[in-house]
């Protein structure tokens, strides 16, 4: 949760970048209340809701990876994580800098 309260806060600075963030859920074990739980206590909006864990599997088998996609699709970075450590909303927003300002 604390990457999201992180990104939360950051957002506008991804906004400079055109940078949209977006969550996908594919651990909430309470589905749509734990959903609804996650924005409430951290603030960010949209997390999506991945179960039965069908779209994150294809990409993501065991550990909880954060990407940054550019416009077209293609992904442009990845940061290994885990389910309880996860990369800085201030890592992101700085390799975000690096590859899409103009």
């Known amino acids: 949760m604390a990457q999201l309260v992180q990104l939360n806060k950051l957002e506008p600075e991804f906004a400079k970048l055109d940078c949209k963030l977006v969550t996908v859920f594919r651990e909430e074990k309470d589905g749509v209340e734990g959903l609804k739980k996650a924005v409430d206590k951290t603030g960010f909006s949209p997390i999506l ?41 201030e890592l992101l927003l700085e390799e975000a800098k690096k590859l899409f300002s103009n």
């Open 49 to 89: 809701l991945d179960t039965p864990v069908t779209a994150t599997a294809a990409y993501q088998h065991e550990n909880y990876a954060t990407y940054l996609i550019d416009k077209k699709g293609v992904i442009r970075a990845v940061f290994d994580g885990t389910k309880k450590e996860r990369p800085t909303g």
